[in-house]
C-alpha cells in the first residue's frame, strides 16, 4: 500500500468507529486522541481492525507509534508493503 | 431508615413497541393499539416480536450507541425523557445522592451471541473476540451507560429479577430513597432480548413461545387460543422523590408508590404457582394498609400461556374474588412480553387511569378461557368508569420470582 493508501484506511477506520469525525482539520502531526472523541477503547477498535482487515498483529508496545497520522502510516508502511 | 418516608413517580420516560413517550402510549393502550411486528433471527427463523422505534440519537451520539449495548441505548433515552418529564435539571439533586436501578431479565445474551457470530469468520479465532465484551455485558451495564451519559455519580446497579426485574427496580428505588442512600432514584426496568436467538429458541423448546399469522394478533392472555409468550423490546425509567421534595419543587405527581412485596415460589424453574402469587399481591396490601376492595385496578402479569394465565387467576380470584369493585386488565395483549421492563412499562399504560378513570382494555380475546374468567376483566374495549386511586401491579418471573406494586393516585 502507498502512504495515501495508508492514511486513508485509518482515516477509514476511524470513521467507521464514529462516522461524525471531522478530519478537514486533522493536523497529521499531532495526536489524534487531541483531535477526534477518541479514547483507549477506540484505540484498541482501530488495532483490532488492522488484524481483522491485514492480520496485523500489533504488540502493545508498538502502539505509541500510532498517535498520529502520520507516524501510523511511518508505522504501518513497512507492515503494509505488500497489501 | 424512615419507612414513613413517602415516595412518588415524577417523571416516565419509555420506549415500546408502539410509542416512544407516555402519551401515545397510554392513548394506544386505551385504544388497544398493538404494533407487534414479525423479527427474523439469525438461526431461528421468523417470530412476532415487538420492536422499538425511538430517536435513537436524541441524547446521545451515534458512536456511543455503537460502542454501547442496545440495553444501554434504551436506558439512556429513556431516564432523557423521564427527567425532561420530571421538569428535573440533572443538577437540581446532587449528582452523588442520584442511584440509577436498573431491573433486567438477563444482559449479555445478546453480546454474547453476536460476539460469537463474528469470530466464527475467523475460525473462531479468540484474537479477534472484541475488548468491548466485557463492558458490553457486565450485568450493570445499563444503568451504568445510565450514568456516563448525565454524569450522575451516585450509585449504580441493575437488579436481576427475571420478568419482576421492572417492579423489583422500582422497589429498590423506594428503599434508597427511605434509607436516605439517595436524594432521587432513577429506576426502571429494560429489555434487549429481542436481539438474541436463544431466547426465542429456548421458549419455543419449552413450547412457550406464542404464535399467530397476524403478529398484532399473536400475544392473547386469557383467550382460549393462546398459545404462548410475545417477546418484546421496551423500557421504562420513572424518576422518583421523596413527596416532601416532590411538592417543594412543585412537581407534577403521577402517584405514590404506597405498598409492594416480592416473594419466591421456591418450586419450578419455570411454572409459576398461584398461592405465593396470591401471597405476594396480600403482602403487599398488607404493607399499603390497604384491603382488596380499596384497589380499583389490578395489571395482571399474564404473558399469554397455557398454564401460567391460569395460575395468576387463581391467585388474583383469591385475593379478589370477593371485590366487586375491582376491575382487572392486561398490557401485554397490547405490547407483548417486554421481559425486564415490563411492570415498568405496564405500569406506565395505567398510570392515565388516576387522571381519566379509564381501563384500558385486555384486548384479543375471542373465546374467554372459563379458568381465566375474572370478574371485572376489561376485555376488548376500553371502560370509563368513576374513578381509579389505586393500582395493583403484579409482575413475575422464572425461577419462582414474583413481584406486586402497589400504587396510589396523589390526591394532596
Given amino acids: 500500500m502507498t502512504r495515501d493508501e495508508i492514511k486513508d484506511l485509518v482515516l477509514e477506520i476511524i470513521e467507521d468507529i ?14 489524534l486522541r487531541d483531535q477526534l472523541d477518541l479514547d483507549s477503547m477506540d484505540f484498541l477498535d482501530i488495532v483490532m481492525e488492522l488484524r481483522k482487515r491485514h492480520q496485523l498483529q500489533i504488540p502493545e508496545e508498538d502502539y505509541p507509534q500510532l498517535a498520529t497520522l502520520n507516524s501510523c502510516v511511518d508505522y504501518l508502511e513497512p507492515l503494509l508493503k505488500d497489501a | 431508615m424512615n419507612q414513613n418516608t413517602r415516595v412518588v413517580i415524577t417523571g416516565v420516560g419509555l420506549a415500546a413497541p408502539n410509542a416512544d413517550n407516555l402519551h401515545d402510549f397510554r392513548d394506544k393502550a386505551i385504544r388497544g ?62 449528582r452523588s445522592k442520584i442511584g440509577v436501578y436498573i431491573g433486567l431479565t438477563e444482559h449479555g445474551t445478546v453480546e454474547t451471541e453476536n460476539e460469537v457470530y463474528n469470530i466464527k469468520q475467523y475460525d473462531y479465532d ?27 455519580t451516585g450509585p449504580h446497579y441493575s437488579i436481576g429479577a ?14 434508597m430513597l427511605r434509607l436516605g442512600e439517595v436524594d432521587m432514584a432513577i429506576a426502571g426496568g429494560i429489555s434487549e432480548c429481542v436481539g438474541s436467538f436463544g431466547i426465542f429458541a429456548s421458549f419455543k423448546a419449552q413450547n412457550a413461545l406464542g404464535y399467530d399469522e397476524d403478529p398484532r394478533l399473536a400475544c392473547k392472555p386469557f383467550d382460549m387460543s393462546r398459545n404462548g409468550i410475545i417477546i418484546s423490546e421496551g423500557a421504562c425509567v420513572y424518576t422518583l422523590e421523596t413527596l416532601d421534595k416532590a411538592l417543594e419543587r412543585g412537581a407534577k405527581i403521577y402517584g405514590e408508590i404506597v405498598g409492594y412485596a416480592m416473594n419466591s415460589d421456591a418450586k419450578d424453574f419455570v411454572l409459576p404457582f398461584w398461592e405465593r402469587q396470591a401471597e405476594c399481591m396480600e403482602l ?10 380499596d384497589i380499583d385496578l389490578v395489571n395482571t402479569h399474564a404473558t399469554g400461556t397455557k398454564s401460567g394465565d391460569i395460575e395468576e387467576c387463581k391467585a388474583v380470584k383469591r385475593v379478589f374474588g370477593n371485590s366487586s369493585s375491582t376491575y382487572i386488565n392486561n398490557t401485554k395483549s ?23 378513570g379509564i381501563i384500558h382494555p385486555t384486548i384479543n380475546i375471542t373465546e374467554l378461557d372459563p379458568e381465566c374468567a375474572l370478574n371485572n376483566l376489561v376485555i376488548n374495549t376500553a371502560k370509563q368508569v368513576d374513578a381509579v386511586d389505586t393500582i ?13 406494586l402497589v400504587v396510589k393516585k396523589y390526591k394532596g
Fill in chain 1, 18 to 31: 464514529d462516522e461524525d469525525a471531522d478530519f478537514d482539520a486533522l493536523d497529521p502531526a499531532e495526536p
Fill in chain 2, 126 to 152: 479468540t484474537k479477534y473476540w472484541t475488548h468491548h465484551h466485557n463492558p458490553r455485558t457486565v450485568l450493570n451495564n445499563p444503568a451504568g451507560e445510565i450514568t456516563m451519559s448525565l454524569g450522575i
Fill in chain 2, 284 to 293: 403487599a396490601l398488607q404493607r399499603a394498609g390497604l384491603k382488596a376492595e
Fill in chain 2, 392 to 404: 395493583l401491579n403484579n409482575s413475575f418471573g422464572m425461577v419462582g420470582i414474583n413481584s406486586t
Fill in chain 2, 162 to 175: 427475571a420478568c419482576a426485574a421492572g417492579n423489583a427496580s422500582l422497589i429498590q428505588g423506594v428503599q
Fill in chain 2, 33 to 94: 393499539i398493538n404494533e407487534t411486528t414479525e423479527i427474523e433471527l439469525r438461526y431461528f427463523g421468523k417470530a412476532p416480536a415487538g420492536i422499538c422505534t425511538f430517536p435513537e440519537t436524541k441524547y446521545r451520539k451515534k458512536k456511543d450507541n455503537k460502542r454501547g449495548t442496545r440495553a444501554g441505548c434504551l436506558g439512556v433515552y429513556c431516564t432523557y425523557e423521564a427527567l425532561n418529564d420530571a421538569g428535573l435539571d440533572i443538577d437540581y439533586y446532587d
Fill in chain 2, 334 to 356: 397490547i405490547i407483548g412480553h417486554a421481559m425486564g421492563a415490563a411492570g415498568v412499562l405496564e405500569l406506565a399504560a395505567n398510570l392515565g387511569s388516576f387522571d381519566d
